[in-house]
């Protein structure tokens, strides 16, 4: 369980800085998959930071299995959407999955049998001797996944991971990352501004608000039954809602 | 190259090798244009001098080569070039080396970085030819004074690309190696140095074009051997054949080092090197 319980950050000096989140409060129970959709600029990045203990907080509590957070830890993986800058560019595929495996010295053999575990998961194993410039974007992102699925994280925190990648592609790892989800039974929580990539993916979507002072609009649970189709008329009426609770924000953008 | 390729169809797959072949064609087009530029130059050159311009002024290619023959011949260009080269090779050591230690603690400590920037922004004004003068006084005319000199022109190039590359390296990259447990010193050594590799190399083949170029004067102000000595005597007994037998070993050990030194790169630095275009 991720506890989230009145955080509120604030970026320079607490009284004159700029005051980017404000007592937003969410629980995460395990095995949960959680969307966070808003606006360019509402603080999603800024939350997926503080849940990962890269930054501070200026208020409130973070709180993961009960216990407070106060840095980066390997039960919280975080994923980029930029993978080439995450992932080590003089490693081959199959390297950079080690990596986190040989720095907690797990002997060689099980190295190798979690290597090619993750490896076929995501379905890179016959890359493993590339390096990652010679792979495409999406093969990149599986990358990444697959080396922080190595480490056995209970959490994933996603940073619009497919944002860069084009419709298929996206498609794609969209169905991919769901497979993932469902073998694996982590955490996931997967920023996206992207209205039916939340509904696909999600069991709920925390709506932001634009900052300063942003927070949590709505939490709307999404009941449609997996797999879900983006055609069918529920999928529809959850969009509209989901349209509607943003819409407020969006005019706001826009004038 | 031939070893060069099996090894990648050993690795990659036989899928690659159409496109390595057409690589090796396509690089024998700048050999040629080489072929044809250089045959090119040496002709003007030598209808030039005496159509053009006074033969003593400007002696023909012919007449460098004539005389560059016995002086090959007699070990002296031999003796200059190597006596240069060790000057250049252990100025440019140490001065990387240093550099490299340095600007890898700078581009990690802010403190020592914010202290020590405002320094190096104005010593690295100072060529090594403007050091000539108080490099003999400080260590005279023999071998330390060659040394400092170069050390001094390598080391500010190679400083300020260490910095840029450990300043440089992305902070994703570092903060996926802290998900992935790594602790402050491990991400310093296992992320940010691989990650500035190419800068410093970088910074090292700028620095090692330059120590070619603060050799000669040095050595023409201050010593008794090496190329700049053999081209300052030579200006003195206004010998021009010699001097442009001279210039002719600078331009071809500049040339000689940087192609050695890129090549030593691409084998043992490959992996650190061949994204840095790409990414
Ligand atoms: N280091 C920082 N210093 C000052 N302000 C910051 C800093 N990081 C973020 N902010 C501000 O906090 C707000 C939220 O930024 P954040 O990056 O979390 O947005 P986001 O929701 O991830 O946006 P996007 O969808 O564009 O990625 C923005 O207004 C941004 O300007
Ligand atoms: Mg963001």
Redesign the interface.
């Given at each position: 369980m991720l506890t989230i319980d009145s955080v509120t950050k604030i970026f320079g000096e607490p009284a004159t800085g700029y005051r980017a989140l404000k007592d937003v409060s969410i629980e995460v129970p395990e095995g949960e998959f959680l969307c966070l959709l808003g606006p360019s600029g509402c603080g999603k990045t800024t939350l997926m930071n503080i849940m990962?203990g890269?930054e501070g907080i200026n208020g409130g509590r973070v709180l993961l299995h009960g216990r407070p957070v106060t840095g980066?830890?390997?039960d919280?993986?975080?994923f980029?959407q930029?993978a080439?800058?995450?992932?080590?560019?003089?490693?081959t595929v199959e390297e950079n999955v080690q990596?986190?495996l040989k720095?907690?010295r797990i002997p060689a053999a099980e190295r190798r049998r979690r290597v090619d575990f993750n490896l076929s998961m995501v379905g890179l194993d016959e890359h493993r001797?590339k390096?990652?410039?010679q792979l495409s974007g999406g093969m990149r992102q599986r990358l990444?996944i697959a080396?922080?699925l190595a480490?056995d994280?209970d959490i994933l925190l996603m940073d619009e991971p497919f944002g860069a990648l084009d419709a298929m592609s996206k498609r794609r790892m969209q169905g991919f990352l769901l497979d993932i989800w469902q073998r694996t039974g982590k955490t996931i929580v997967f920023v996206t501004h992207d209205i039916a990539e939340a509904i696909l993916l999600a069991d709920r979507i925390a709506v932001m608000s634009v900052g300063p002072d942003s927070r949590f609009r709505d939490i709307v649970t999404i009941e449609i039954p997996r797999p879900r189709d983006p055609s069918s008329p529920g999928f529809g009426e959850v969009y509209a809602q989901i349209e509607r609770l943003l819409g407020h924000d969006l005019d706001r953008h826009e004038g | 190259m031939a070893d060069r390729i099996t090894d990648d169809e050993l690795t990659e797959g036989v899928a690659r090798r159409p496109r390595r072949r057409s690589l090796r064609l396509g690089m024998l087009r700048p050999a040629a244009m080489a072929v044809i530029a250089f045959s090119a130059f040496f002709a003007v050159w030598e209808f030039a001098s005496g159509q053009l311009i006074s033969p003593f002024l400007l002696p023909p290619p012919s007449k460098v080569a004539q005389t560059a023959v016995p002086m090959l011949e007699s070990g002296e260009i031999l003796r200059h070039a190597s006596i240069s080269l060790w000057r250049v090779f252990v100025g440019f050591t140490l001065g990387s080396l240093v550099a490299i230690v340095l600007g890898v603690i700078m581009g990690r400590l802010r403190l020592v970085n914010e202290l020590a920037d405002p320094v190096i922004e104005f010593l690295r004004y100072l060529s090594p030819t403007a050091m000539i003068p108080i490099a003999v006084i400080w260590f005279g005319i023999g071998e330390a004074s060659k040394y400092f000199l170069i050390f001094w022109g390598t080391v500010f190039f190679v400083l300020i690309n260490t910095i840029a590359g450990v300043m440089r390296t992305p902070v994703p990259r570092q903060r996926a190696a802290q998900c992935l447990g790594a602790s402050r010193l491990q991400i310093f050594l296992t992320v940010v140095i691989p990650s500035s590799v190419p800068f410093i190399v970088t910074g090292m083949r700028v620095a090692m074009a330059s120590s070619f170029m603060s050799i000669i004067p040095a050595e023409m102000l201050a010593a008794n051997s090496g190329i700049g000595y053999l081209l300052q005597a030579s200006a003195i007994m206004v010998q021009t054949d010699r001097i442009f037998v001279a210039l002719a070993t600078i331009s071809a050990l500049g040339f000689a080092t940087d192609r050695l030194f890129r090549f030593a790169c691409d084998r043992l630095l490959h992996r650190y090197m061949a994204w840095s275009g790409s990414n």
């Open positions: 990962a890269f980066p830890g390997r919280r993986m975080m980029f930029d080439g800058s995450a992932l080590f560019p003089w490693q990596y986190g720095l907690q001797r390096f990652p410039a990444q080396r922080g480490v994280p | -």
